[in-house]
C-alpha cells in the first residue's frame, strides 16, 4: 500500500511507524509492538485521527489459510490471532480485517511466522501482495462489500477452483 500511495516517509511515534496520506484521508500504521499488544498502538492513533473502528482496515497474516490465499470481513471474531485479540480488546470486533495466508508448517507456530519465506513460497507473494493492495484500495473506495466480493472469490496462482467446502464451484 506504501508504494500504491507513493509513501516515503514514516514517523515512529506512539509505538508505530505511521504515514500519513492527506490526499486520500488514510493513515498507514505498522506497530512496532509486540504483536500481542499491536492493539494499543493502533488504539493511540485511532485516538489522535479519530478514527472509529469501523473506519479501521486491519491486514494480518493467518496460519490457518494456505498460503497466498486472502480473506476479508468487515468485522468477527480473532480467529485464535493475538494480534487481531489485543485489537478487539480496544475497538470492539466491528473493524474490517484482510487476513493473508502463510499456511503452517511443522515448526512451531512463532519460528514458522518468524521465518524468511523459501524461494518457492516467494514466487506466489508478488501475486498476493497486489492483489491484496488491490483489495485494499477498492475497500477505500467502495467499501467493504464490494472489496469483499473481490479479495474473497480471488485464488493463488496455480490453486484450483474449489470452494470452501471442497465442492467444485459453477463457472
Known amino acids: 500500500m506504501a508504494r500504491r500511495l507513493a ?3 514514516w514517523k515512529n511515534k506512539d509505538g508505530a511507524a ?11 500504521v505498522k506497530p512496532q509492538s509486540y504483536m500481542n499488544d499491536s492493539g494499543i498502538p493502533l488504539a493511540r492513533i485511532s485516538h489522535w485521527w479519530k478514527t472509529p473502528a469501523g473506519d479501521l482496515l486491519v491486514v494480518v497474516d ?3 489459510l494456505p498460503l497466498g490465499r486472502l480473506r476479508m470481513r468487515a468485522s468477527g471474531g480473532s480467529g485464535g490471532h493475538n494480534g487481531l485479540k489485543s485489537i478487539i480488546e480496544h475497538f470492539g470486533t466491528e473493524f474490517s480485517r484482510l487476513r493473508a495466508g502463510i499456511g503452517r508448517s511443522s515448526d ?8 524468511p519465506f523459501t ?9 498476493v501482495v497486489g492483489i491484496a493492495a488491490d483489495g485494499v484500495l477498492l475497500w ?10 473481490f479479495i474473497n472469490a480471488w485464488r493463488p496462482p496455480g490453486e484450483d477452483k474449489t470452494a ?7 463457472t
Open 7 to 9: 509513501v516515503t516517509t
Open 108 to 115: 512451531e507456530a512463532i519460528d514458522h511466522v518468524l521465518s
Open 62 to 64: 493467518d496460519l490457518d
Open 18 to 28: 505511521q504515514a500519513h496520506v492527506a490526499a486520500r484521508a488514510v493513515v498507514l
Open 164 to 170: 470452501e467446502n471442497g465442492q467444485e464451484q459453477q
Open 119 to 127: 524461494r518457492d513460497e516467494e514466487s506466489v507473494l508478488d501475486a
Open 140 to 149: 477505500l473506495e467502495r467499501g467493504a462489500v464490494d472489496a469483499m466480493n
